[in-house]
């Protein structure tokens, strides 16, 4: 089943509703994995069945507010297409924490800490943000979605069973999955509060590198969009009820020794594409899956029919 029309409508109603002078954006890259180097990262991708992939989630601030570090925001990774593409989980890769999970489990002060450092290869948080940890209960892993999210795979945590945009509408289940916040939580201490055991406070405005997975192309595998949705009624970032509807509980500190981060913005997603490539240039793909690879072509995927 094909979506990568409609997901790409989706992501272009995200950014004509919450369009204002400070956004927050996040970024989805993808490129191939390559255990040596860090290296190959783009938005759009060729690839062929079998092919092991990387994705991460970048975060930046756009507008005119002073801001001097982001505080927090939850999101949930969609991709489309994902027939029978494999998910890497920690039962896949060796690593402790739940089998079908995504990286450790816990937060920034938990032994051993709940996050993983940005290398080639390793997936869950990236450090320090961890603040709000995870549980056995509240893991991070995939969930394949039914009905008219049939074809698709969502990132969240453990226990947010519905889809996005799915679920009671208010009270302490919204976040299962009405109100986002069952997804990839990503906060850090503030620094007032920092103990000297803490990691070091992350100061980044532009490109922060806040979360990674990786997964292998499927046999039957087509052209897939990886983004967070963040219309009304199909929003995947963790919201606040405004009143009238859900808007994006996203928050950046005006200062490095502010307590309580006092800016929230909109949301706009900028999202990654895997694609097929043209017959003629399969070749090169199948190369390019070997490390160090830096392949730049844009071939557009292919349309619903």
């Not at 079908?100 to 996050?115: A, E, F, L, Q």
């Not at 320090?128 to 991070?140: D, G, Q, R, V």
């Not at 103990?195 to 405005?205: I, R």
């Not at 999202?271 to 097929?276: G, H, T």
């Amino acid at each position: 089943m094909r979506r990568t029309a409609a997901t790409v409508a989706i992501a272009g109603l995200a950014l004509a509703a919450h369009a204002q002078s400070d956004v927050t954006r996040l970024t989805y890259q993808v490129r191939y994995f390559d255990s040596g180097h860090d290296e190959g990262w783009t938005s759009t991708l060729p690839a062929a069945p079998g092919a092991r992939l990387e994705v991460r989630a970048l975060v930046s601030f756009v507008g005119t507010a002073p801001v001097a570090a982001l505080s927090q925001l939850v999101f949930q990774p969609v991709i489309t297409n994902w027939g029978d593409s494999q998910l890497l989980t920690n039962s896949d890769l060796g690593l402790p924490g739940p089998p079908g999970g995504i990286g450790p489990v816990g937060g920034t002060r938990s032994i051993p800490i709940g996050t993983v450092d940005n290398l080639p290869g390793v997936y869950g948080r990236i450090t320090p943000w961890s603040a709000n940890p995870t549980t056995t209960s509240t893991f991070l892993r995939g969930h394949v979605g039914t009905g008219t999210a049939s074809g698709m795979l969502r990132i969240a945590q453990a226990h947010i069973t519905n889809w996005i945009g799915v679920g009671a509408t208010s009270g302490s289940t919204a976040n299962n999955n009405v109100n986002g916040g069952g997804g990839v939580a990503i906060a850090q201490i503030a620094n007032p509060s920092r103990l000297p055991t803490d990691p070091p406070f992350n100061s980044q405005t532009q490109n922060i590198v806040v979360f990674k997975f990786g997964f292998i192309t499927g046999s039957n595998f087509e052209a897939m969009n990886i983004f967070t949705p963040a219309s009304p009624g199909n929003n995947g970032f963790g919201s606040l009820w405004d009143g009238t509807q859900y808007v994006p509980n996203i928050r950046w500190f005006a200062g490095e020794n502010e307590a309580s981060a006092s800016i929230r913005t909109a949301v706009e997603c900028i999202p990654a594409s895997i694609v097929l490539p043209a017959p003629a240039t399969l070749g090169v793909v199948l190369v390019a899956i070997l490390p160090r690879s830096r392949c730049r072509l844009r071939t557009r995927p292919r349309e619903s029919r």
